[in-house]
């Protein structure tokens, strides 16, 4: 019974893939194949697709895949969508994510001070200024971020994502990320 279970059962991926597939089908961009983390099938679902919300779909599927030129394309991307909507939030903090990838701390930095600045009730703002000084590895910054950032999320705080986000691995397990993510 095992092995007909464990053979016959498609994997977690699979299974991702083709939720990604079917959301994509119904033209349900932002929930097909990039939230299955499948960036290289995310981006190929939305080539050539010319909208503020695809550029932005583009920027995130380029910052997850991360490859070479990547954070060059989402710079790009999020730019795009800037350019049609200059008040987005979520272009102003893809934006600042591709700036921090491309280790443009200044200029991120600046980025996510001008979103904080236009949406004050923005979580987007704190978490992706948390993420530059974990970039930088300002442990007391990182987590004096991420504590407004959660204060903004509310009930929403996405806990275990925050936990499993590459950027704070620096920081899992000690007492103040324990404290800041919470229970």
Known sequence: MFLA?????????????QAGHAEAKAGR????????????????LLDG??????SLLRARALLLRGGPGDAA??????????KLEPSSSPARYLEGSALVALGR???????????????????????????????????????????AARARFGAAWPRSAVEADPAF???????GFIEVVGP
């Open 5 to 17: 279970v464990a053979s016959g059962c498609p994997s977690t991926a699979e299974r991702q893939v």
């Open 29 to 44: 961009w932002s929930e097909a194949a990039l939230f299955a983390a499948d960036a290289g099938a995310a981006l190929e």
């Open 49 to 54: 697709q010319p909208s503020t919300r695809a």
């Open 73 to 82: 394309g989402a710079l790009a991307e999020a730019q795009s969508a800037l």
């Open 105 to 147: 701390f200044a200029e991120a930095q600046t980025a996510l001070e001008a979103l904080e600045k236009a949406d004050g009730a923005s979580p987007l703002g704190p978490y992706g200024l948390a993420r530059l000084a974990a970039a930088q590895r300002r442990a007391t910054d990182t987590l004096l971020y991420l504590k």
């Open 169 to 175: 691995a620096f920081l899992v397990g000690t007492p």
